[in-house]
């Protein structure tokens, strides 16, 4: 430092040194600690929760898969509210805050099942409500994955208003379109083999409404391949034990007793899927496992002897392992 630096000049080069310590270097390479992880692991670890189960269904070899549900991702861009209405504005305001850690929830459902090797089997409700942001983001992080997927009653009508939902059967099938350009397999029914078990993939949705004739031609197709059969579908088949679960774990949000409604008006897949039910009941004996969400908690029990999986919500990390023999 020079001697005759006045006070000033002092102060102003003080403050120059300290600026240039304070401020990082433009070009510099981020620093990194010794413990320092991958960003896959660190989403594992901080938003993944792993529950692993068994299923002896009759596999040509064991094989692992991970089975993730309702991932309630609520993205908007500002193109989404600009193009939208204002129920558009109200819906992305209000659901938004519920699903804060979504996003990193299905990036660390993806890192797994890539680190593992495994197969991803995604039973709806991906989506909270429909943005093109929403479907940008599944599109590109679906792309090249392996994954297969059937859709949720968000992805048809969720908390949508009613104008907002399609009300015909040819701005259903075009909505399914989209969802399947994003999404990567067909939505009213897939059929995929998998070391010799057949996992059939339906829409129990709402967005097959209009379809439900072609769903059952579509199914009684995929189950003439004549493998075990592994059915995916977002609401669960309703059954006594299953009813009870939802209660208990009602009872326990609300903190007072509460008791299901005996008409669950649609909750559960039951009556408005009779004649569906009615054949696959005839097949039980080729259907190893159903696969099902929608209920935003871990269940396993069973339909009429056939073992029923019920995935916990995946917009809170959950995700079930499954090791297929
Ligand atoms: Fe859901």
């Known amino acids: 430092m020079t001697a005759d630096l006045n006070r000033r000049g002092f102060i102003g080069w003080g403050a120059g040194m300290l600026l240039a310590h304070a401020l990082p270097p433009l070009f510099a390479a981020p620093a990194v ?70 996003v990193q929830a299905l990036a660390a459902t ?70 399947e350009t994003a999404i990567g397999n067909p939505l009213l029914v897939a059929s995929r083999v998998v070391s010799g078990v057949n996992f059939v993939a339906f829409d129990n949705g709402g967005l097959e409404r209009w379809l439900l004739r072609e769903r059952l031609v579509a199914i009684k197709a995929a189950l003439a391949k004549n493998f075990p059969v592994v059915l995916m579908c977002h609401m669960p088949f309703e059954t006594e034990a299953m009813r009870e679960a939802i209660a208990r ?24 899927d009779a004649e569906l039910l009615d054949f696959l009941r005839t097949r039980k004996s080729e259907i190893k496992a159903i696969l099902a969400g929608h209920l935003h908690f871990e269940w396993q029990g069973e339909w009429e002897g056939v073992p029923m999986l019920v995935a916990g919500g995946n917009y809170e990390g959950r995700v079930r392992e499954i090791s297929f023999t």
């Not at 660190?42 to 309702?70: M, N, Q, T, Y």
């Not at 193009?83 to 558009?88: L, N, P, V, Y």
């Not at 680190?115 to 409500?129: E, I, P, R, V």
């Open 249 to 272: 774990h009602e009872s326990v949000k609300r903190g007072k007793a509460w008791t299901m409604p005996a008409n669950t008006g649609g909750y559960l897949m039951g009556k408005t």
């Open 110 to 179: 993806i890192a797994y099942a890539g680190k593992k090797g495994m197969t991803l089997l995604n039973t709806g409700d991906l989506f909270d409500y429909r943005s093109e942001a929403n479907l940008d983001c599944v599109g590109r992080c679906f792309a090249g994955k392996d994954i297969f997927s059937s859709l949720g009653n968000h992805e048809s009508y969720g908390h949508h208003a009613r104008e907002m939902c399609p009300q015909t059967a040819e701005a259903a099938d075009s909505l399914r379109k989209r969802y």
């Open 33 to 102: 600690s010794a413990e320092a992880k991958p960003i896959a692991d660190l989403l594992i670890d901080r938003h993944l929760k792993v529950s692993s189960v068994s299923l002896a269904i009759g596999a040509e070899k064991p094989f692992k898969a991970l089975h993730f549900s309702d991932t309630h991702l609520s993205l908007s861009d500002v193109h989404d509210l600009l193009a939208g209405e204002e129920k558009a504005l109200a819906l992305y305001e209000a659901r938004r805050p519920r699903f804060p850690v979504s």
